[in-house]
C-alpha cells in the first residue's frame, strides 16, 4: 500500500496546494467567502454530490462506473412524491420505499454487469435512459410539493448549528473511508480493480463485490434523492440530471484511478470540497453560474495533467 | 526470402553484430560491454537466468532500447542505429514475444500483414492478395490447417505462434529473435516448432533461440551464448558444452540435483474424485490423493489438465461426479468453497490469475485469508505484515520488505507469493499447475524444495506440468490426461519419458483420429 | 483442443458470405430489426412510411448518425469521448452566429468543421501524449464548452437565418441533403476503416496498443489523428444540426453525447476497443431514430418514450452480449 499510499499522497499534495491557492485567491475577491454562514450552506449544497461521491469511490476502484446515478435520484424523487401522495402513504413509509427503490435500481445495474457481464459504462448508460425514462413517464411532467414541515429538516434544517445533511454526509463518509481502508470489503474492492481475475483465484467473490457496491450507489442516491427533495420543497422528473459527471469529477479529481485498483475517500472528499468551492468562490465574484462550470473542467483537467506530470518524474 | 545461403564449410560473416554493448537504466548498468554476433543460417541461443540481461540484449537487437554510448550494432558489417522497432524491422530483424503480440479481434491474414499490407490501387489495401500471401505463407510454415480468416483470439497458443512467425518471415527478416517460444506449448507443438525453425534455418535466416529447455537447445543451436548479471558469459559451439557445464556457466556454480525429490510416508486419502466431470472438457475423472503424496498429472496443452484443476477448485463446478475430502463429501461450487474447505491452487497463469501486481506483497499473502486475519471483518494490521514478514522468510523471497509491490518482483519470486498466499491458508490439498513455468534454474529448485518440504509436512500435492522431467522428477505416481479424460497412471518406479510420453501422444493420435 | 480444430476446420471452409456476415454480424441484425420496425409499424399506421414521416425521421437524426462515425472511430480505437453533444452545440452556435453576422454562407459551413477539429485535436493531444484518459478530459472538456457555451449565450435564439444557409433543407433528386451526407459519409468512412493502412491501424491501437507500436504504427500520432477525423464529423455533423430548422438555440442537446455513444456501442462497437463498423453505427443511430417516431404513431404517451428508448437500448445491450458470449 505504501507505493499505491505515496502516489495518493503525490496527488493530495497537489490538489492541497490547488485547494489553498483557490481558497486564497476567492477569499480576495469576496468577503463574503470566508464566512461560516456561507461556509455551511456550502456545505448544504453539496451534501448529495458528496454521498453519491462515496459509493462512486468504490465503483471506480473496482474499475467500473455508474452513469444511471443521476437518474435513479431523479426516480427516487418521483416515487417518493408518487408514494406519498398519490398512494396516500406515510411520509416516513414513502422516504423508506423511495430509498429500497434506489437500491433496487442499483441492484439491477450490478445484476446486469455481473451476471450478463455488460461492460459498466454500457450498463448503467442503457439505465440511465431507463430510470430517467420511468421517471418522466410516472411523473407526467407534474410535480409533488405541499410536503409537511417536519421533513424539510433534513434538507433545509440544522442540528447544532450545522445543516443536517451535513451531519449526515460526515457520517456517510467517515463510514465508507472505514469500509475501505480498514475491512476486508474494502480489500476486496481493490483486489477486484487490480486484478479481477487474481482476485476470483484467491477466492475473494467477485460478483458479490461487485452487487454490493453497485447497490450501494443505487441505495445512496435514493438517499440523496429524499435529501434533494427535503432542500428545494418540490420533486420534478429532471431532478439529478448530469449530477453523474459532477459526482465522476469529484471522484477523479480527488484521485481515484479511472482504470481501478487506486483511490481513497479522503482524496474523494478533498475533490469534493475543491469543487464546491471553486462554484461558490466563482459565484461570489460575479462569475455566473455557467462560466463556474468552465473552470471545474479546466480545473479537472489541469488536476490530473499536474499529478500526472509529477508521477511520471516519481517513477524515473 | 533474400537471405543468403548458409555456407557449413568456413565461417561466414556475421548477419548482425552487437559490439561492446552497455545498457543503464536509472543508474544500474543491466547490460556490461555485451559482444555478440549471430551468422546466416545459424541458430544461436541465448542463455541466463531471469535477470541476467537476455531480455535486454534483444530488446536492444529489436530497436526498443538503444545501448550506451560506446556500443555499437552491425547489420552485414555496416553500424546503423535503431530509433524504434521499425528500423530493426527494415534491417531485417523480427522478434517473436514470450507475451505475443497480436490482435485478437482480427482475422490471421491481417494480423500477418499488419503494417505492411499488400495494396490495390490508390492505396487501397488488397484483402484477397492479403490472404493470398497469408496462406502461403502458412503452408510454407507447414500450417496447412490454419484458416487464414480465423479470429486470432480464438486461436491456442501454438497456432498464435504460427501467424507470429509467419508475420515475421512477411516482413523477409533475415534474423528472428525467438524468446521462449516453447514456454507454454505442449510437447507435439514444441517438436512442430523446432521442425519450423529448422526449416527457416535451411532457408538461411539467422535464429536467436532464447529458452530454458535444455533438451531444445541441444536438438536445435549451432551456438549458445550465456549471461549472467549482465555480462557475457561465452560464447561455445554447441559441441563444446554439455548440461551441466551450461547450468554452471547460467548460475555461477553447479547445480548437481535438478530435482530434490525427498520420499516421505504417504499417509491416509485426502482428496477423492468419483467420476468427476466438467461438460466435456472433464471427463469421468477418478482419483485417490492421500497425505504427503505428489501426484503429477501430465498431457498435453487442452488435455483437460487445468481444466480439472479449476473443477476441484470451483471455478468450473463440476457438472456431475463427486467430491470426497476427509472421507466426507463435499460440494464445491465457487473458489470460496473450496478455499474454506482447504483447497489450494497456485494457478497457470501467475499475472493474471495469482498476482494482483500493482498490491504489496503483504496484501498479497493475505489475500485469500484476509477474513481470518479479521476482527469483526477490519483487517488486522499487524498479524497481517507479520504474517507477510514470516512468509518472506519462511519462502526465501527476496524482496525489500512486505510493503513492495509484488509486480517489481522476479519471476521466481513472484511465484513464491502466489505459494505463500496459499500455503498460509493452511491448506490440506495444494494444487499447482505450471509451478515452474517461465523462472529460471535457481528459482525453479527452491519452487521444487519448498514443494518436497509442503509434502513431507503432510500436504496432498497435485502437480500439473508441460515438462516431463518435472513430472518424472517430483511425483510419486503420474497420471495421464487426454481429451478431458484420464489414460493412464504410472507409479513413480515404472515412470519412465518413454512410456508417459507414449501414453499422452498414443492418446493424443486416438483422439485425433476419433474426432475427424 | 477440439474445440478449436473443429472452428478451424469449419472456417477452412467459409466462403465469401460466411466472411461477410462473419465481420457484419451485428450490422444485418439491426438492419432486420430497422425492416421489421417499419413493416409492422407502417401496418398498423400507415402514416409511419409516408414520405413526409421518413424525411421528418430522416433529417431529424442524420447529424446523429454523421456524429455517431467519428464517435465510433474514436471508441474502437479504445477511448471515448462524452463532450461530443456539447462540442456540437457550441459548433452550430458559431456556425449560425457567423451565418447572422453577414460572413459568407460557405465560412459559415467551413468553420465549425475547422474549429471541431482543433478541438478533438487537443483532446487528442491530452489523451495520447499526455496520457489522461480520455473519458477524464472529455468529462473537463464537456463541462468547459457547456459552461462556456451558456455563459457567453446565455441560451439565446439565433435567428434570421439567410435561407442559403440552410444546407439541411437542400433536396438533390427529392432526397434531402441530411439522407446524402449520411450515406455519403459513412459510405466513405467504411471503406476508409477497411480499406486504407490508417483505419486498420484505428483498429490496431484499440485491438493491442503495445502490438501496434511493435508493428510500427506511431500510436501517439495515430490517436490524435482520429480525435481530429472525429472532430471533422462533429463539425459537419453540427452544420447538419444547426440548418435543419430557420433558428439554432445555442445551448447543448440534452443527452447528444449519450444518444451519439449509445449508436455506435449498438451498432456494434465494442466499448473495449477493436471492433465494430460505422455502417453498424449508422444503421442504430437509424433503428432509434425510428423507434422514437414509432412510439408517437403507436400512440404511446410521449412521457414515456425515453422509458421505452432506455429499455430497448438495454435490450440490445443484452442480446448483443448472449451473441458475443455464444461466438466466444
Known amino acids: 500500500?505504501?507505493?499505491?499510499?505515496?502516489?495518493?499522497?503525490?496527488?493530495?499534495?497537489?490538489?492541497?496546494?490547488?485547494?489553498?491557492?483557490?481558497?486564497?485567491?476567492?477569499?480576495?475577491?469576496?468577503?463574503?467567502?470566508?464566512?461560516?454562514?456561507?461556509?455551511?450552506?456550502?456545505?448544504?449544497?453539496?451534501?448529495?454530490?458528496?454521498?453519491i461521491a462515496l459509493p462512486m469511490t468504490f465503483v471506480i476502484i473496482t474499475g467500473?462506473?455508474?452513469?444511471?446515478?443521476?437518474?435513479?435520484?431523479?426516480?427516487?424523487?418521483?416515487?417518493?412524491?408518487?408514494?406519498?401522495?398519490?398512494?396516500?402513504?406515510?411520509?416516513p413509509a414513502a422516504m423508506a420505499l423511495a430509498v429500497c427503490v434506489g437500491a433496487l435500481a442499483g441492484l439491477v445495474n450490478g445484476l446486469i454487469i455481473t451476471r450478463f457481464k455488460v461492460p459498466p459504462l454500457i450498463a448503467t448508460l442503457a439505465t440511465l435512459a431507463l430510470y430517467r425514462g420511468l421517471a418522466e413517464g410516472i411523473s407526467q411532467a407534474r410535480s409533488v410539493r405541499g410536503y409537511p414541515e417536519w421533513f424539510f429538516v433534513l434538507g433545509q434544517g440544522e442540528v447544532l448549528g450545522v445543516p443536517t445533511q451535513l451531519w449526515i454526509l460526515i457520517v456517510f463518509a467517515i463510514g465508507a473511508a472505514a469500509i475501505l481502508g480498514l475491512t476486508t470489503f474494502g480489500r476486496a474492492t481493490y483486489a477486484v480493480g487490480a486484478n479481477e481475475t487474481?482476485?476470483?483465484?484467491?477466492?475473494?467473490?467477485?460478483?458479490?463485490?461487485?452487487?454490493?457496491?453497485?447497490?450501494?450507489?443505487?441505495?445512496?442516491?435514493?438517499?440523496?434523492?429524499?435529501?434533494?427533495?427535503?432542500?428545494?420543497?418540490?420533486?420534478?422528473s429532471d431532478m439529478g440530471t448530469g449530477v453523474e459527471l459532477d459526482v465522476i469529477t469529484a471522484v477523479v479529481l480527488g484521485g481515484t484511478s479511472i482504470f481501478g485498483g487506486r483511490g481513497t475517500i479522503i482524496g474523494t472528499v478533498v475533490g469534493l470540497i475543491l469543487v464546491q468551492a471553486l462554484k461558490n468562490g466563482l459565484a461570489l465574484s460575479g462569475v455566473k453560474g455557467d462560466g463556474t462550470i468552465v473552470v471545474i473542467g479546466v480545473v479537472l483537467i489541469f488536476a490530473i495533467l499536474a499529478s500526472n506530470l509529477f508521477s511520471r518524474n516519481g517513477d524515473g | 526470402m533474400t537471405a543468403t545461403p548458409a555456407t557449413s564449410s568456413e565461417t561466414p560473416p556475421p548477419l548482425v553484430e552487437l559490439r561492446n554493448t552497455s545498457k543503464t537504466f536509472g543508474g544500474i548498468k543491466v547490460l556490461k560491454n555485451v559482444g555478440f554476433d549471430v551468422r546466416p543460417g545459424e541458430v544461436h541461443a541465448l542463455l541466463g537466468e531471469n535477470g541476467a540481461g537476455k531480455s535486454t540484449l534483444i530488446k536492444i537487437l529489436s530497436g526498443f532500447h538503444t545501448p550506451?554510448?560506446?556500443?555499437?550494432?552491425?547489420?552485414?558489417?555496416?553500424?546503423?542505429?535503431?530509433?524504434?522497432?521499425?528500423?530493426?524491422?527494415?534491417?531485417?530483424?523480427?522478434?517473436?514475444?514470450?507475451?505475443?503480440?497480436?490482435?485478437?479481434?482480427?482475422t490471421v491474414a491481417e494480423n500477418i500483414f499488419i503494417g505492411h499490407a499488400p495494396r490495390a490501387g490508390m492505396g487501397a489495401l488488397d484483402w484477397n492478395e492479403m490472404r493470398r500471401r497469408a496462406r502461403a505463407l502458412l503452408d510454407d510454415l507447414d500450417s496447412h490447417d490454419l484458416d487464414v480468416d480465423a479470429r486470432v483470439g480464438g486461436l491456442s497458443v501454438a497456432n498464435r505462434q504460427r501467424v507470429e512467425i509467419a508475420k515475421a518471415l512477411s516482413q523477409d527478416a533475415r534474423l528472428l529473435i525467438m524468446?521462449?517460444?516453447?514456454?507454454?506449448?505442449?510437447?507435439?507443438?514444441?517438436?512442430?516448432?523446432?521442425?519450423?525453425?529448422?526449416?527457416?534455418?535451411?532457408?538461411?535466416?539467422?535464429?536467436?533461440?532464447?529458452s530454458h529447455r535444455m533438451p531444445e537447445i541441444f536438438a536445435l543451436a549451432d551456438r549458445v551464448t550465456v549471461l549472467r548479471d549482465g555480462s557475457l558469459i561465452g560464447t561455445k559451439d554447441i559441441e563444446e558444452v554439455d548440461d551441466a557445464s551450461l547450468v554452471s556457466m547460467m548460475v555461477g556454480r553447479s547445480i548437481d540435483q535438478l530435482f530434490p525429490k525427498v520420499v516421505v510416508p504417504i499417509g491416509a486419502p485426502v482428496l477423492e474424485l468419483r467420476k468427476v466431470s466438467f461438460k466435456d472438457e472433464v471427463q469421468d475423472i477418478s482419483l485417490t490423493l492421500r497425505a504427503g503424496e505428489i501426484l503429477g498429472i501430465a498431457g498435453l496443452v487442452g488435455s483437460g489438465r487445468t481444466e480439472l484443476?479449476?473443477?476441484?477448485?470451483?471455478?468450473?463446478?463440476?457438472?456431475?461426479?463427486?467430491?470426497?475430502?476427509?472421507?466426507?463429501?463435499?460440494?464445491?461450487?465457487?473458489?470460496?468453497?473450496?478455499?474454506?474447505?482447504?483447497?489450494?491452487?497456485?494457478?497457470?497463469?501467475?499475472?493474471?490469475?495469482?498476482?494482483?501486481?500493482?498490491?504489496?506483497?503483504?496484501?498479497?499473502?493475505?489475500?485469500?485469508?484476509?477474513?481470518?486475519?479479521?476482527?469483526?471483518?477490519?483487517?488486522?494490521?499487524?498479524?497481517?505484515?507479520?504474517?507477510?514478514?514470516?512468509?518472506?522468510?519462511?519462502?526465501?523471497?527476496?524482496?525489500?520488505?512486505?510493503?513492495?509491490?509484488a509486480g517489481q518482483l522476479s519471476g521466481g519470486n513472484q511465484q513464491k507469493v502466489v505459494l505463500a498466499k496459499w500455503v498460509s491458508t493452511n491448506p490440506r490439498v495444494l494444487i499447482m499447475d505450471e509451478p515452474t513455468r517461465g523462472i529460471d534454474v535457481g528459482a525453479k529448485s527452491e519452487i521444487h524444495a519448498?514443494?518436497?518440504?509442503?509434502?513431507?509436512?503432510?500436504?496432498?500435492?497435485?502437480?500439473?506440468?508441460?515438462?516431463?522431467?518435472?513430472?518424472?522428477?517430483?511425483?510419486?505416481?503420474?497420471?495421464?490426461?487426454?481429451?478431458?479424460?484420464m489414460v493412464r497412471t504410472f507409479d513413480r518406479s515404472e515412470a519412465t519419458p518413454d512410456v508417459v510420453g507414449a501414453a499422452m501422444t498414443h492418446a493424443g493420435a486416438s483422439h485425433a483420429g476419433g474426432a475427424a | 483442443m477440439s474445440v478449436e480444430t473443429a472452428t478451424v476446420r469449419r472456417s477452412a471452409s467459409t466462403g465469401f458470405a460466411a466472411r461477410t456476415f462473419a465481420t457484419y454480424g451485428q450490422e444485418f441484425i439491426i438492419l432486420a430489426c430497422i425492416v421489421v420496425l417499419f413493416v409492422a409499424v407502417g401496418l398498423i399506421a400507415p402514416r409511419f412510411i409516408s414520405p413526409t414521416n421518413l424525411t421528418t425521421i430522416f433529417v431529424g437524426n442524420a447529424y446523429i448518425a454523421v456524429a455517431a462515425i467519428g464517435m465510433s472511430m474514436v471508441i474502437i480505437s479504445g477511448h471515448i469521448d462524452v463532450s461530443v453533444g456539447s462540442l456540437i452545440g457550441v459548433l452550430a452556435t458559431i456556425s449560425g452566429t457567423l451565418a447572422v453576422s453577414g460572413y459568407p454562407v460557405?465560412?459559415?459551413?467551413?468553420?465549425?468543421?475547422?474549429?471541431?477539429?482543433?478541438?478533438?485535436?487537443?483532446?487528442?493531444?491530452?489523451?495520447?501524449?499526455?496520457?489522461?484518459?480520455s473519458i477524464v478530459v472529455t468529462l473537463g472538456m464537456l463541462s468547459i464548452l457547456k459552461g462556456g457555451l451558456i455563459s457567453v449565450t446565455g441560451g439565446a435564439w439565433i435567428t434570421n437565418l439567410p435561407p442559403d444557409y440552410l444546407i439541411a433543407q437542400f433536396r438533390l433528386f427529392g432526397i434531402p441533403s441530411p439522407v446524402w451526407f449520411m450515406i455519403a459519409l459513412t459510405a466513405l468512412a467504411a471503406m476508409f476503416m477497411r480499406y486504407t493502412a490508417f483505419g486498420r491501424s484505428i483498429y490496431a491501437i484499440g485491438g493491442n496498443g503495445e502490438a501496434a507500436r511493435v508493428a510500427g504504427i506511431p500510436v501517439e500520432r495515430t490517436t490524435v489523428t482520429i480525435f481530429a477525423i472525429h472532430g471533422l464529423f462533429a463539425g459537419i455533423a453540427a452544420v447538419l444540426f444547426a440548418t435543419q430548422l430557420q433558428v439554432i438555440q445555442s445551448t447543448v442537446p440534452p443527452n447528444l453525447e449519450l444518444t451519439v455513444i449509445t449508436a455506435s456501442v449498438v451498432g456494434g462497437v465494442s466499448i473495449l476497443g477493436g471492433t465494430g463498423t460505422v455502417v453498424g453505427s449508422t444503421l442504430a443511430a437509424i433503428l432509434f431514430a425510428a423507434i422514437g417516431s414509432s412510439l408517437i404513431f403507436l400512440n404511446v404517451s410521449a412521457y414515456w418514450l425515453r422509458a421505452v428508448q432506455g429499455l430497448l437500448i438495454l435490450a440490445t445491450v443484452l442480446a448483443d452480449m448472449a451473441r458475443r458470449h455464444r461466438i466466444g
Open chain 2, 68 to 106: 550506451d554510448e560506446g556500443g555499437e550494432i552491425r547489420v552485414n558489417g555496416r553500424p546503423v542505429s535503431f530509433s524504434s522497432p521499425r528500423d530493426a524491422r527494415k534491417a531485417g530483424i523480427a522478434t517473436v514475444y514470450q507475451e505475443l503480440l497480436l490482435f485478437p479481434d482480427m
Open chain 2, 309 to 405: 484443476a479449476l473443477t476441484i477448485f470451483g471455478i468450473t463446478p463440476a457438472t456431475s461426479g463427486e467430491i470426497l475430502l476427509n472421507g466426507r463429501p463435499v460440494t464445491i461450487r465457487s473458489p470460496q468453497q473450496a478455499r474454506d474447505l482447504g483447497i489450494a491452487y497456485v494457478p497457470e497463469d501467475r499475472g493474471l490469475q495469482g498476482l494482483v501486481k500493482p498490491q504489496t506483497i503483504r496484501e498479497n499473502v493475505s489475500m485469500a485469508l484476509l477474513d481470518r486475519i479479521s476482527k469483526g471483518s477490519i483487517v488486522d494490521r499487524v498479524k497481517e505484515s507479520a504474517l507477510a514478514r514470516d512468509a518472506i522468510a519462511r519462502f526465501g523471497i527476496r524482496a525489500r520488505g512486505p510493503e513492495q509491490r
Open chain 1, 1 to 51: 500500500m505504501t507505493l499505491s499510499l505515496r502516489s495518493f499522497m503525490r496527488h493530495e499534495a497537489v490538489l492541497g496546494i490547488l485547494l489553498v491557492l483557490v481558497l486564497f485567491v476567492l477569499a480576495q475577491q469576496s468577503d463574503k467567502f470566508f464566512t461560516t454562514a456561507n461556509i455551511l450552506n456550502q456545505g448544504r449544497l453539496m451534501t448529495e454530490i458528496g454521498l
Open chain 3, 106 to 133: 460557405w465560412f459559415a459551413w467551413l468553420a465549425p468543421v475547422i474549429v471541431g477539429m482543433v478541438v478533438t485535436s487537443f483532446i487528442g493531444v491530452l489523451v495520447a501524449y499526455v496520457r489522461i484518459p
Open chain 2, 179 to 210: 524468446d521462449e517460444p516453447t514456454a507454454s506449448l505442449a510437447d507435439a507443438d514444441v517438436r512442430r516448432l523446432l521442425d519450423v525453425v529448422r526449416r527457416l534455418r535451411e532457408r538461411g535466416v539467422a535464429i536467436i533461440y532464447i
Open chain 1, 64 to 91: 467500473g462506473i455508474d452513469l444511471s446515478v443521476g437518474s435513479i435520484l431523479g426516480l427516487c424523487a418521483i416515487l417518493l412524491g408518487v408514494f406519498w401522495q398519490n398512494l396516500g402513504l406515510p411520509l
Open chain 2, 450 to 485: 519448498l514443494m518436497c518440504k509442503l509434502a513431507g509436512e503432510g500436504l496432498a500435492v497435485i502437480m500439473i506440468s508441460s515438462e516431463l522431467p518435472e513430472v518424472l522428477g517430483m511425483s510419486d505416481r503420474i497420471m495421464v490426461m487426454n481429451g478431458g479424460r
Open chain 1, 198 to 236: 487474481a482476485a476470483r483465484f484467491s477466492g475473494i467473490n467477485v460478483d458479490r463485490t461487485k452487487l454490493l457496491i453497485y447497490t450501494a450507489s443505487g441505495l445512496v442516491s435514493g438517499i440523496a434523492a429524499v435529501i434533494f427533495v427535503s432542500r428545494v420543497s418540490t420533486t420534478r
